[in-house]
């Protein structure tokens, strides 16, 4: 007969650790190391990513406006017609 799928192959020398769910906790030192940790990601990232980001936001606004101006009528070319 042929071996069972989880058993398919004899793994030697591979050592592997667990940690019963009930004796781990959920949430260990989350408020106290979690948040400040978040709050300096942000702050070392933020000043490297919002200068470019706020520069090509204000590129693509400028863009549009000027795009939607040139597709403008000008009113003094019709100035003389009834």
Known sequence: MGRHFGNLAKVR???TYSL???EQRAFPNY???GIPNVWRRF???FFKVA???TL???TY???NSVHQQSKRKNAA???NEE
Request: hydrophobic share 40%.
């Open 13 to 15: 020398h591979v050592i």
């Open 20 to 22: 019963s769910p009930f």
């Open 31 to 33: 408020f106290s190391k």
């Open 43 to 45: 702050t070392a990232s």
């Open 51 to 53: 200068p470019p980001m």
């Open 56 to 58: 090509m936001y204000l």
């Open 61 to 63: 606004s400028w863009g």
């Open 77 to 79: 070319d019709y100035e």
